[in-house]
């Protein structure tokens, strides 16, 4: 996130947000549904989506991504490792491309997340986001990777479709830590992102401004509809993203109050 948080200014470890979301139920055929997990446990979202918990997938990436004291992320460099969790897209309009995830969190209290980055042999073949899927690839070092280390020449096998609402960015398929980089990417070229629609959870932050969902501070969006919700509420709004010029706000379409 450092070539991001250069320009946008922000707070510094933009990857080490924790991550918090909405509350998921177990699902005892969420095992045998997605298979080896690689030490990770499953549930279901309330949306039909496996979301994958792994304390040592978590401990390895702050590691990597956060411990000045050692360069683990060099020791893997042309190493082939599988990660297997969530599938996203993020768009960096700052460098004009599209970004592929794999994720997941610390564990079921959904309070810290983890976000592998990996560049796919075929994207055309990638699922929908929200997707679980296996990534097999090599790690490397490359300085166009958004924090420095990527998977690279991956290898994407689907362990469960998912079919989620048809939304041009759904931030309830991307880990909070992604969520809030694609928001900030809105925020900053609103031009880009006008006419695209965005399915956004988070907290009201007032009548028609919507925030982290558990971080103030974090990000915030504001929204025109024809609802006022009460400041704290937990909102789940879809719509279309509008250019204001400077920046941008939702015209929402579908409201719901969590």
């Not at 969190?105 to 796919?120: G, I």
């Not at 028609?208 to 558990?214: A, F, T, V």
């Amino acid at each position: 996130m450092k070539k991001i948080l250069a320009l946008f200014c922000v707070i510094m470890l933009i990857f080490a947000l924790c991550a918090c979301g909405k509350k998921d139920g177990d699902d005892p055929s969420a095992s045998a549904t997605s298979g080896n997990h690689h030490g990770a446990t499953v549930a279901v979202s309330d949306t039909g989506m496996l979301q994958y918990f792994n304390q040592m997938e978590y401990t390895l990436y702050q590691n990597i991504f956060y411990d000045d004291t050692q360069e683990t992320g060099d020791g893997y460099v042309g190493t082939t490792v599988e990660k297997e969790g969530t599938f996203t897209v993020v768009r960096d309009q700052f460098n004009e491309i599209d970004r592929y995830y794999v994720w997941g969190f610390l564990d079921t209290t959904l309070c810290c997340d983890y976000q592998w980055e990996f560049v796919p042999k075929d994207p055309a073949s990638l699922p929908a986001p929200g997707s679980a899927v296996v990534v097999t690839a090599t790690f490397q070092k490359d300085d166009a990777a958004l924090d420095g280390y990527w998977l690279a020449d991956a290898d994407v096998t689907v362990v469960r479709d998912y079919a989620g609402p048809d939304y041009d960015y759904d931030t309830t398929a991307m880990s909070a830590t992604l969520a809030r980089v694609q928001v900030l990417n809105m925020e900053y070229y609103p031009d880009y992102f006008d006419g695209k629609t965005l399915l956004l959870y988070g907290r009201a932050l007032s009548v028609s401004s919507i925030q982290h969902p558990y971080y103030d501070g974090a990000w915030s969006m504001d929204f025109q509809a024809d609802q006022t919700p009460a400041t704290g509420t937990y909102l789940l709004l879809g719509g279309k993203v509008v250019s204001t010029g400077a920046t941008c706000i939702l015209d929402v379409t579908s409201y719901a109050e969590e």
